[in-house]
């Protein structure tokens, strides 16, 4: 019993009241640990209304304190036909609600908002299949999990590639386990990570981008762009060209994208520094085409064991965000990944 008064003593040290007992000490711990356990369960409460994941037959859609930010598809979308696929994000919310993405655009309906495809499907040093048009592949979405953290909330999921193999039996070529992950927006920006991990289920699969000299694949972004759309990278302005750019690790774009034509806003695509990759490689369009972070590029690579993880972050802005902002929030991103 000594030992728990002299606990009690300690909790109340610096206290304005006097205690006179025993089973005074005990009741003012009782009123203070019901408050401490009332703000924990308020704050948590606070939090879960934040964020909200709302699922639905064909996907996911998160929403950030009733503003829609992003939709996953699951499901292909009817009537899609041939182009049709699963494992993508469309639509892409901006901070003011005006969507920023295109889906099935006429000019290249195998487009989807934001996803990551390939060109070259190899199986045994053969093309089989060609992930960027959907050619004799399709992405089944076998599991979806969300969470909320510390401001933020995530989506996993695992996708089967199926393609078929040289003796027309379909089969299960690539495991990708995949992570988006949505942080608390501030009043200029939001910030969204992917963490794609893709693992060969058979022996002799590769990919790889466009086997031209554009070598395009990998993450991509479909964006409804704007006339005065800008490119920007390393605090220097882009301009755009048939064949790949170097560049630095992030590529912002900014133009009218908003329901108010007079205000700018943008997007910027920041590749993680461990992606596999030596430099930063950049297929760039003004119009009525993707934006992409090249990889690997028109030499393809092999899916061992070990898997292949690539990871970015999507920065959705406002016109406030200025260039040294730009490379601020990249140096973040760095620092938030190793966390």
Request: with cysteine; glycine share 8%; proline share 4%.
């Amino acid at each position: 019993m000594g030992s728990l008064f002299e606990l009690l003593l300690l909790f109340n040290k610096g206290r304005n009241y006097h205690t006179k007992s025993l089973a005074d000490l005990y009741q003012a711990m009782k009123i203070r640990l019901s408050i401490f356990f009332f703000t924990v369960l308020l704050f948590t409460q606070l939090s879960a209304q934040y964020f909200k994941a709302v699922k639905a037959e064909d996907g996911i859609e998160i929403i950030e304190k009733g503003k829609k930010v992003l939709f996953y598809r699951t499901q292909p979308v009817n009537g899609g036909g041939q182009n049709a696929r699963t494992n993508y994000i469309h639509p892409l919310y901006g901070l003011d609600g005006s969507i920023l993405t295109e889906d099935f655009p006429n000019d290249h309906p195998y487009h989807h908002g934001i996803y990551w495809a390939w060109h070259q499907i190899i199986y045994k040093d053969k093309k089989i299949a060609d992930g960027w048009i959907n050619d004799n592949v399709r992405w089944q979405v076998i599991d979806t999990k969300t969470g909320k953290g510390k401001k933020r909330i995530f989506l996993k999921s695992t996708v089967l590639w199926k393609a078929a193999l040289p003796d027309n039996k379909v089969q299960n070529i690539i495991r990708e386990n995949s992570k988006i992950t949505v942080h608390q927006s501030s009043d200029n920006f939001r910030a969204i990570d992917f963490d794609i991990e893709l693992n060969s289920l058979i022996e002799g699969i590769k990919i790889g981008g466009d086997d031209s000299e554009k070598g395009y694949g990998g993450f991509s972004v479909r964006l409804k762009l704007p006339k005065n759309i800008s490119f920007l990278s390393d605090n220097k302005s882009i301009v755009p060209q048939e064949l790949g750019i170097e560049a630095g690790p992030w590529m912002d774009f900014t133009g009218s994208f908003g329901i108010d034509s007079s205000v700018k806003s943008g997007l910027t695509i920041l590749c993680h520094p461990l992606n596999p990759v030596t430099k930063n490689t950049w297929i760039l369009r003004k119009k009525t085409s993707m934006q992409n972070s090249v990889y690997p590029g028109k030499v393809p690579v092999e899916i061992t064991s070990k898997g292949i993880r690539l990871r970015y972050r999507i920065i959705v802005h406002n016109d406030q965000i200025k260039d040294i902002d730009l490379q601020k929030l990249y140096d973040a991103y760095i620092v938030d990944s190793v966390k």
